[in-house]
């Protein structure tokens, strides 16, 4: 076999085993959208328009990232729900913002403009999303659990907000 011949079947094997790979990530991307609920989504959309609802799209969707890395954390509890009420942890819960804004998710104020984003970038974060892309660079957030407008010993800053 010639030298050709073999680099032609080598790069056969390679995009067959692409598609494989592929096909692999959407099965496992159908069955993380099973993980979540209608609630989840309407409480990280809702808790996402209360922290980030002025901040771009990488500023919403990194607030989702925080939420879900708390719910996989043993430090956290572990329930979308459990993490946005946790006691002293998130502001709009304890003014009442978030419960308002409960309340204009169920009357359909989350099917368009800003808040319609917020779901977009809830479902994201629901579905799995660690990865944020903020003025053209891709943010690894696996390991960020804190944000804040004024965080000491933050690592990053998006937009309004600092995270570490």
Known sequence: MNFKTLAVRMMAVVVMVGMILTG?????????????TKKDVKQMATIIFCEAGNQTYAGKLAVGVVVMNRKRSSL???SVEKVITQRGQFSPVAS???????KRYKEGKY?????????????EALEGATEVTY????????????????LSGAKLRIGGHDFK
């Open 76 to 78: 956290y509890p572990n």
């Open 135 to 150: 003025k053209g660079e891709d943010i690894n957030m696996k390991k960020y659990c804190f944000f804040s407008q004024h």
């Open 24 to 36: 692999a990530a959407t099965s496992r991307a159908a069955e993380r959208e099973e993980d979540y």
């Open 111 to 123: 099917e368009s403009g800003v808040r319609a984003q917020c779901v977009k970038a809830a479902k």
């Open 96 to 102: 009442g913002k978030w419960k308002a804004e409960l």
